[in-house]
């Protein structure tokens, strides 16, 4: 098979939704410029931003590292080791490794230093670990920047990602949902800093083939924790329709990105009040002074539950 743009023989990625073939370096060439158009289009940050990138040690958000850097952003990486045996460790050596390469150091918050380590917190709260390990997450991407100076958060969402949750939303009506899902999620008071998924035009495949054919060593294994079955049974439904019909997901995800679709607001209005999830304007937690839309944060909210829960267990054990 030829590539596409150089003509040469020898493409080693094929391309069917986007009717194309491409040798490993034409196939750089063209990832970078969907990175770069995911940019420029929906103006997610530019040269004289910060960036932080949050890296798990998978496929997508050193993909996203590499590619940034390579542009010419001015980044640095965040690891949080979420304190889950084996898979943290594993994921952490490739986050370092990666790194290195670049001469870099990541930052590294180790949840269990912070006292929140997420498989014995989810135990004491009796929750599920990721929905717990969302919001913690979600807490130190913006501490970490927001006391670092940065002005942008990236994480590597991908197509596939953004469009499983956006049939998902769209399945059961999540009309809330569907306004804060956008790759670009505004700076607003109290220190919170802009979100962005500058992969939301690459699919999973063409990130993994870039990792791949760069030498990315990734961690592959999933978190043992993960019960997101719902999400996979979605990107399952989108893989199958995108085999029919190439090209489906990135047109099922402009189509919910265009300005003139009355199901989307615009990103400034993300945090607009709602009954669920609150909104308004963000103001700073009564516990740790982070932002906010209620009194305290969910993040100090759940501490207090496994500091409780904690002081309960040890009162049990010595009576
Ligand atoms: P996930 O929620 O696991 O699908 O991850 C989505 C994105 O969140 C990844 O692409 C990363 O950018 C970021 N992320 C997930 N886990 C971590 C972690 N432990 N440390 C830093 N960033 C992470
Ligand atoms: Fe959150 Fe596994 S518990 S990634
Ligand atoms: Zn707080």
Request: glycine share 8%; net charge neutral; aromatic share 8%.
């Amino acid at each position: 098979m030829k590539c596409k743009r150089c003509r040469r023989a020898g493409a080693a990625v094929e391309l069917p939704s986007h009717h194309a073939a491409f040798c490993p370096d034409c196939f750089f060439v063209f990832f970078r410029r969907q990175v770069k158009e995911g940019i420029r289009k929906l103006r997610l940050f530019s040269p004289e931003d910060r960036v932080l990138v949050c890296v798990s040690g998978g496929k997508d958000s050193l993909v996203l590292w590499d590619v940034l850097m390579e542009e010419g952003y001015e980044t640095e990486g965040l690891y949080i080791d979420l304190g889950i045996e084996g898979y943290s460790d594993r994921s952490k050596e490739k986050v370092l490794a990666y790194a290195a390469s670049r001469g870099k150091t990541p930052i590294v918050v180790e949840l269990s230093k912070e006292g929140i380590p997420i498989p014995e917190a989810a135990r004491c709260v009796r929750m599920q670990e990721c929905s717990i390990c969302g919001t913690v997450k979600r807490y130190f991407f913006n501490r970490v920047a927001a006391e670092g100076k940065f002005t942008v958060v990236a994480t590597g969402h991908n197509l596939d990602d953004e469009t499983a949750r956006l049939l998902g939303n769209l399945l059961h009506w999540q009309r809330d949902h569907l306004a804060r899902q956008h790759p670009f999620l505004p700076e607003a008071g109290e220190g919170l800093v802009r979100k962005v998924k500058p992969l939301w035009r690459v699919t999973e495949m063409e990130t993994a083939a870039y990792g791949f054919l760069k030498g990315i060593d990734y961690v592959t294994e999933e978190c043992p924790m993960s019960e997101d079955a719902t999400s996979l049974v979605y990107k399952e439904a989108l893989s199958r329709i995108e085999d029919k019909m190439p090209g489906t997901r990135i047109v099922f995800y402009q189509g919910f990105l265009d300005p003139s679709n009355p199901l989307r607001k615009s990103p400034e209005a993300a945090y607009e009040p709602d009954e669920e999830e609150g909104g308004g304007s963000p103001r700073a937690c009564a516990s740790c002074g982070a932002p906010t839309f209620a009194e305290t944060c969910s993040f100090c909210r759940l501490k207090e539950r496994v500091r409780k829960a904690r002081s309960l267990r040890a009162g049990r054990a010595s009576a």
